[in-house]
């Protein structure tokens, strides 16, 4: 995997670290006119040879092969459809995109013109999902409820009261606790159960945009709470309940962490598959699917992703948190 990556944010912050030691080749990196003078010191400082302020110049670089796109999500569907056309994969942080619509229309051009396309939302690829998924679910039997809660409270939300609005709170750049935190306890829920029945969102709303909520998802004979939150914390977790035993994590359900099995015999067992950082096991599975030309298994995970845009989208509506994109 050839790299050219476009932002300079929080997440190119955390992430770029350790692409090199995952076997990433990061060849360019774009950030916009007003932080140049970051994509100058993030270059130099992970030796990166190309530099650009302008997305569409990134995406015609030749020695690139696929783009990660990691810009406020608003941005995401116009430097996807721009990698995309230029032929590039794409690799878009979560969430994919504003909303369905722009999902579909993404995933669509990706299938038309043969390229891959991952939604980086790290849940579903993460070592002990696959194994609460694959193994552990069928021995608590018949799921009745579960709860996932990804509650962290955010340094921005103060300015955000104080009328300094950054993306993460602005609804303009599609922002929010449900596209931030909540589509991460959606993708668990979506990637273990599929999609729901219903979908409904009891937010706490502010200047247009929702700081936390509850989502209510209704399954054939089970329900599911997500709970997520920007302006308020605790401890966030995972407990899926079924006739047989219960599954329970203490970790954000980004991270996947270590999970216990509690069998109604009052058997315990602990297991913990987690990789060195909560970002390998994704990219891993992009390079892998990239490498062996597994269009089939990227195309399958897009699925899901889409799914999760859709409940995403009536979820976030149901609150009444509408994006400009949702007027187009």
Known sequence: MELGVVGTGLM???????????????????GSP???????????????????????????DPKIDTVYVAVPNNLHREVVLAALEAGKHV?????????????????????DLGLFLWEAATTTRQPNFLLVRDELLGRISDIKIAIVNFSQYSSRYDR???????????????????????IYCISYVIGLFGEPAAVRYRANVERGIDTSGIV????????????????CGAPCGIQIQGTRGYIM????????GAVTLHENDGSEQSFDRSCK????????????????????????????????ARTLNAARL???????????
């Open 216 to 231: 209510d998802l209704d399954y054939d004979g089970f329900k599911v709470v997500c709970i997520c939150a920007k302006d």
């Open 12 to 30: 190119v912050d955390m992430i770029l670290p350790h692409m090199a030691g995952w076997g990433v080749d990061v060849r360019a990196l774009c």
């Open 160 to 182: 955000f009261k104080a009328g300094d609005i950054a993306p993460a709170f602005d609804p303009a750049k599609s922002g929010g606790a449900l596209m931030d935190l909540g």
């Open 34 to 60: 007003r932080s140049a003078e970051k994509v100058q010191a993030t270059a130099d400082e992970f030796d990166i040879e190309r530099r650009y302020t302008d997305y569409r110049e990134l995406v015609r």
């Open 91 to 111: 690799v878009c942080e979560k969430p994919l995109a504003s909303n369905a619509r722009e999902a579909q229309e993404l995933a669509d051009r990706a299938d």
């Open 249 to 256: 994590s203490t970790s954000a359900p980004s991270i996947c």
């Open 318 to 328: 149901s609150a009444g948190v509408v994006f400009p994109a949702d007027k187009v």
């Open 277 to 308: 950082t909560w970002w390998e096991a994704e990219f891993r599975t992009f390079m892998r699917q990239l490498d062996e030309g597994d269009l089939a298994g990227c195309r399958a995970q897009m699925e899901t992703s889409l799914a999760v």
